[in-house]
Nanobody, 117 residues
Framework: QVQLVESGGGLVQPGGSLRLSCAVSGSRFGFAAMGWYRQAPGKKRELVARKSGEDIVNYADSVKGRFTYSRDNAKNTVYLQMNSLKPEDTAVYYC???????????WGQGTQVTVSS
């Protein structure tokens, strides 16, 4: 059973930083693509950062230069380092994976990030 479990969310002041983690388990085939999405109250879920292929990471324009996607294959964990956080970054952040072969879409349960003074 494939599981994606996020952690690392919380309350942070504007200008602060957080690092989100997504622990991945249960996939026999690995993932063709992995990424982070977010959903703010009353808004649609949107892409934050997504890696597919070898070394290509796509970022939303609103987070470029502030957020960084990374992955530790030995720990089966992906990360989202978020710097210079703004109130408009407040949302529930979700980890996503598209499995090799089946191309099934898997989501974590989400972690709340609140940026407020």
């Amino acid at each position: 059973q494939v599981q994606l479990v996020e952690s690392g969310g919380g309350l942070v002041q504007p200008g602060g930083s957080l690092r989100l983690s997504c622990a991945v388990s249960g996939s026999r085939f690995g993932f063709a693509a992995m990424g982070w999405y977010r959903q703010a109250p009353g808004k649609k879920r949107e892409l934050v950062a997504r890696k597919s292929g070898e070394d290509i990471v796509n970022y939303a324009d609103s987070v470029k230069g502030r957020f960084t996607y990374s992955r530790d294959n030995a720990k089966n964990t992906v990360y989202l380092q978020m710097n210079s956080l703004k109130p408009e970054d407040t949302a529930v952040y979700y980890c996503n994976g598209v499995e090799n072969g089946s191309f099934m879409n898997y989501w974590g349960q989400g972690t709340q990030v609140t940026v407020s003074s």
